[in-house]
């Protein structure tokens, strides 16, 4: 049972954390599109691991994630606040470039259908000449 608490709680933490990023004033979270991608919380629920990931790519989620540990304390207290926690989980920030990943992939997907289309149009008019 404590398991499913445990996965309530990460996306809990999840979406309030993603909250809490657009309300805060540091610069460096602000230069691109920033994500909660995921987090893990511990059984005991005393800790968390939040994964943050940008558009812009690895480097920008490592300064984000740099401005996040600078900012742990103040985002551990409105964590506890907002969920109405007793003890508030210690966040462990850690920088991810799964959404450049997959940006990526869909990228060449699009490519390959575009490749995938065009190529019979031009079969056709080989047949007709």
Do not use: W
């Amino acid at each position: 049972m404590a398991n499913f608490r445990a996965d309530r709680m990460s996306e809990d933490i999840q979406r309030e954390i993603a909250a809490i990023l657009r309300e805060m004033k540091d610069p460096r979270l602000h230069n691109g599109i920033l994500s909660v991608v995921r987090c893990e919380t511990a059984h005991d629920l005393s800790y968390s691991k939040v994964y943050i990931s940008s558009m812009n790519g690895l480097a920008q989620a490592k300064e984000a994630v740099k401005a996040l540990k600078n900012a742990q304390g103040f985002i551990r207290r409105e964590l506890g606040t907002r969920l109405k926690l007793r003890y508030a989980p210690v966040l462990a920030f850690e920088a991810t470039d799964s959404i450049e990943y997959s940006a990526n992939i869909s990228r060449l997907l699009n490519d390959i259908q575009y490749t995938q289309t065009e190529a019979p149009e031009q079969n056709t008019d080989n047949d007709d000449e």
